[in-house]
C-alpha cells in the first residue's frame, strides 16, 4: 500500500522528442507527488510537484499530468534535450503523517541522443 | 554553497568496522532526512529527525543503525558492525519544516563500500 510504482526503468528519447515517464500509487492518503532529478553522482533534486487536487501542472518544458480516480500520474518532458539525460524519480507523501517522508518509484535513467 | 553538506562523499569499511556518515542541513533548516539508495534502486526512507528528537524512524534496520541530531552540530547516521549488505548510497535531507507539501533538498550522499 505504500509503494510507488514507476516505469520505463529505461528511456531513449531523440532530442527534440517528448519524454513520458509514467507513475501508479495504491494508497489514496497520498496528497503531494513530487519528481525528482538526479545526475550521476549527485544527489537528487526536485523538479516539480502536484497536489491531487490539480490535473496538470506546468513549469517549462516539465508537464506532470494527474489522474486522481486512476492513481496515476505522468511526467512529460518536452523538447527534451541531451542535457536532460539522467534518472528521473517520483515520489508521494502522506499529508496526514505530517512528517513529510518521501516514498520513491524505482527510478526512470532517461538517455536523449543528440 | 548553503546547500546540503555531506562528509565523507565516500567512506570504505571492513566488515565488523562501524560507518559514521555526516549531514549538515541547509541553514535556517531543523528537519533532516536520511534515504539509502541500492544500487539500481530507488530511494528508501530510513528516518526523520528534527533537532535533538528522532520523529520517525520506521524505515531504519532493527540493529546496528542509529541516528542523532544533536542541538550542535550535524545529523549523524551510525552503522555498527558494518555488512557488505550495507554497501549503498546514503542521501540526507533537509527541510524547514516536516510537513508532507514542504520541499526537501537533498546533499550529494556518502557512497559506502563495504570491503
Known amino acids: 500500500q505504500q509503494q510507488v510504482k514507476q516505469s520505463p526503468q529505461s528511456l531513449i528519447v531523440q532530442k527534440g522528442g517528448i519524454s513520458i515517464i509514467n507513475c501508479a500509487y495504491e494508497n489514496t492518503a497520498f496528497d503531494y507527488f513530487p519528481w525528482y532529478q538526479q545526475f550521476p553522482g549527485k544527489g537528487p533534486a526536485l523538479l516539480i510537484a502536484i497536489r491531487p487536487d490539480v490535473s496538470e501542472k506546468k513549469e517549462g518544458r516539465f508537464t506532470i499530468s494527474f489522474n486522481k480516480s486512476a492513481k496515476q500520474f505522468s511526467l512529460h518532458i518536452m523538447d527534451s534535450q541531451p542535457g536532460d539525460s539522467a534518472t528521473y524519480f517520483c515520489a508521494a507523501t502522506f499529508g496526514s503523517s505530517n512528517t513529510g517522508k518521501l516514498i520513491f518509484g524505482q527510478g526512470t535513467t532517461l538517455q536523449v541522443k543528440p | 554553497n548553503a546547500g546540503v553538506m555531506q562528509n565523507p562523499r565516500h567512506l570504505v569499511r571492513r566488515r565488523g568496522q562501524e560507518a559514521r556518515l555526516r549531514c549538515s542541513p541547509m541553514?535556517?533548516?531543523?528537519?533532516v532526512y536520511w534515504y539509502r539508495q541500492l544500487p539500481e534502486e530507488g530511494l528508501k526512507f530510513m528516518v526523520y529527525?528534527?533537532?535533538?528528537?528522532?520523529?520517525?524512524e520506521s524505515g531504519m534496520p532493527k540493529e546496528r543503525f542509529s541516528a542523532e541530531f544533536p542541538k550542535e552540530g550535524p545529523s549523524i547516521l551510525r552503522i555498527q558492525q558494518v555488512v557488505r549488505g550495507d554497501s549503498a548510497a546514503y542521501f540526507c535531507?533537509?527541510?524547514?519544516?516536516?510537513?508532507?507539501?514542504?520541499?526537501?533538498?537533498f546533499g550529494d550522499g556518502t557512497r559506502l563500500s563495504i570491503l
Open positions: 541553514k535556517g533548516h531543523s528537519h
Open positions: 535531507a533537509s527541510s524547514p519544516q516536516g510537513a508532507a507539501n514542504q520541499p526537501q533538498h
Open positions: 529527525l528534527q533537532k535533538e528528537n528522532i520523529i520517525d
